[in-house]
C-alpha cells in the first residue's frame, strides 16, 4: 500500500526586494513514497521556489511540511540540516563534487557527516553506490578528470549514500546532452521503480517530465495543472 512520504499543506512565500512580492500562494502538495514526481512551469513560475522549501533549505515561508512523518515546518537549522542529511539526497544541475577528491571520497561525504557507520562500511556503502551507477571503475579517479555525465552519476551516488527518503532534483539534466540526459532520467525511473525511491525534480525538459510518473505545472506561484501518466487529473 501507498504510504505519504511528503506532506505540503497551504504553503505561501514572499519575496521582499525590491519590493513585497508573492512568489507561492498556499500550494498544497502530496508525494507518495516510490513516486517520481516533475515540477515544470517557465521560469519565474516558482517551482525552484517551492523546491527549496520541500527540501527545508528555504524556511521562511507560510504553512506547513511534513516528511517521513516528522513536522519540518519549524526546526531550528541545526535540526534541520541533521533531517536533511539522513533523509533528503540532492542532485542539482551543477554536480558540485570536491575536484580534488576521488569519486569514492566525494560519495562518502555525506556518511561521514551522518556519523551513522564506520569509516570502513562508509567505504563499502560508496563503492557499492557507484557500482549501482556503472561508476565503480571510476571510483579512484579525481572527479574533476570525468565528464560532465560522469560527474553526475558520482553526484547521484553521493545522494543516495545515505538511503534517503526522497532525492529533490533541481534542474538535474539541464547541464547534460541528449546523450546523458536520457542516461540520468533511466537510472531515476530504476530508482523509483525496482528500489521504490521516491524522487521529486524541477525541469524544464519536458520529454524528461512527461515520462516521470506524476507531473505538476505551477504558473504565477500557483499550480495551475497535474498530469498522471499522460492523462489530466
Known amino acids: 500500500m501507498e504510504d505519504t512520504v511528503l506532506k505540503a499543506k497551504q504553503l505561501t512565500k514572499y519575496f521582499y526586494e525590491p519590493e513585497k512580492f508573492q512568489v507561492l500562494k498556499q500550494i498544497d502538495l502530496e ?40 513536522r519540518v515546518t519549524g526546526l531550528s537549522q541545526n535540526e534541520l540540516a ?38 570502513s562500511e562508509i567505504e563499502d556503502r560508496a563503492y557499492t553506490k557507484l557500482k549501482q551507477l556503472d561508476m565503480h571503475e571510476y ?9 560532465g555525465g560522469q ?45 521504490n525511491q521516491t524522487i521529486i525534480a524541477v525541469t524544464h525538459d519536458e520529454e524528461f517530465a512527461q515520462n516521470s510518473d506524476r507531473v505538476i505545472e505551477m504558473k504565477d506561484g500557483a499550480i495551475i495543472g497535474m498530469t498522471k501518466k499522460g492523462i489530466k487529473v
Do not use: W
Request: proline share 3%.
Open 31 to 70: 508525494v507518495k513514497r516510490g513516486e517520481f514526481l516533475s515540477i515544470v512551469g517557465k521560469s519565474g513560475c516558482g517551482k525552484s521556489t517551492l523546491l527549496y522549501l520541500l527540501s527545508t533549505l528555504d524556511t521562511d515561508y507560510e504553512g506547513e511540511i511534513d516528511i517521513s512523518g516528522q
Open 82 to 119: 541533521r533531517f536533511r542529511n539522513a533523509h533528503i539526497g540532492f542532485v542539482f544541475q551543477f554536480h558540485f563534487l570536491l575536484p580534488e577528491f576521488t569519486a569514492l571520497k566525494n560519495v562518502m561525504i555525506p556518511a561521514q557527516k551522518l556519523g551513522k557507520y564506520s569509516m
Open 139 to 147: 571510483a579512484t579517479k579525481l572527479t574533476s578528470k570525468l565528464s
Open 151 to 195: 560527474q553526475q552519476r558520482v553526484a547521484i551516488a553521493r545522494a543516495l549514500i545515505n538511503d534517503p527518503d526522497i532525492i529533490m532534483g533541481d534542474e538535474p539534466t539541464g547541464n547534460l546532452d541528449s546523450n546523458n540526459t536520457k542516461n540520468v532520467f533511466e537510472i531515476f525511473r530504476e530508482l523509483t521503480s525496482v528500489q
